[in-house]
């Protein structure tokens, strides 16, 4: 019997401005231009994230 004990974890997209995760490219894309443009987060972008900073403070 064969074991795959590898996980593949989904792949994800990380905004290097706030680090947030996205698993959307595009979600990720348009976050990180926001962050730059706006020195700040869309909440309404962010809330496509799979993982972000803000439910981790909480
Ligand atoms: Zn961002």
């Not at 997209?13 to 962050?35: L, N, P, Q, T, V």
Request: overall charge neutral; hydrophobic content about 25%.
């Amino acid at each position: 019997m064969k074991q795959n004990n590898k996980q593949t974890s989904p792949q994800t997209f990380i905004c290097s401005e706030c680090g947030s995760a996205y698993k959307d490219k595009e979600w990720a894309e348009k976050c990180e231009a926001w962050c730059r443009e706006h020195k700040s987060c869309n909440l309404e972008v962010i809330s496509h994230a799979i993982e972000n900073n803000f439910s981790k403070q909480q």
